[in-house]
């Protein structure tokens, strides 16, 4: 059923109203993001090699290192993993995490993201923090243990796991992001706005071309 051609001349007729709500849900939702703090990104690149996958062919190779990638990327999250990183030989600010276990794997949860990418070996891990050389720090512990002590978490006999590409660390905040954040925050005041505009001016002219009646 097409559009109703009035629709356009309503939403154009309250094109304030629309601009003004758009706009405090923009400033409002970049307001919002500053509530967390500020944080930069450090990534490190991880590529996975199993000897043993060589007597395949590549296209089986590859399949059987990305599967041993993501049994991996779910390592790097386990307690474990964490311990052997802060235990690591870089200088990396302990105080930062909780004490308390459940705070402290969920912040750590938050801190560390990891992917593999597809159809690869490759290892992408993305370490977030609001101090640029803890970020980096914690990359390279990360990168350290994983090429050290990686593959007696997967078994893997003869797997290695080279670092390709070494810590690479933000100019700018990543976390939050504002932009995103603020666009998302325009989107919905306009759809919030239009929504509203719409529906108001259906009731007022049901009401005109219903007018109550009294007894």
């Not at 996958?53 to 991996?72: E, Q």
């Not at 919030?192 to 009731?203: C, F, R």
Request: aromatic letters at 10%; a positive charge; hydrophobic letters at 45%.
């Amino acid at each position: 059923m097409p559009a109703n051609p009035h629709y356009g001349k309503i939403i154009l007729g309250k094109w304030k109203l629309i601009a003004l709500v758009s706009s405090l849900l923009l400033v409002l939702a970049c307001g919002v993001s500053f509530i967390e703090p500020l944080q930069y990104s450090s990534s490190i690149r991880l590529l996975i090699i199993q000897p043993a996958a060589l007597n395949y062919d590549p296209y089986t190779a590859i399949r059987a290192s990305a599967s041993v990638g993501g049994n991996l990327a779910q390592i790097v999250y386990t307690t474990d993993f964490f311990n052997r990183v802060l235990a690591s030989k870089y200088n990396i600010d302990a105080s930062y995490f909780p004490d308390n276990d459940a705070k402290r794997r969920k912040k750590w949860g938050q801190m560390v993201s990891v992917r593999v990418e597809q159809g690869s070996g490759l290892l992408n891990i993305t370490v977030y923090h609001t101090d640029k050389d803890q970020a980096t720090e914690i990359a390279r512990a990360i990168a350290y243990v994983m090429t050290t002590e990686g593959s007696g978490y997967v078994g893997g006999s003869g797997l290695q796991i080279k670092l390709v590409d070494d810590p690479l660390v933000s100019n700018f905040p990543v976390k939050p992001n504002i932009l995103a954040n603020g666009f998302i925050g325009f989107v919905v005041g306009m759809f919030l706005a239009i929504g509203y505009v719409l529906l108001t001016d259906k009731s007022r002219r049901y009401l005109v071309e219903h007018p109550p009646t009294f007894v």
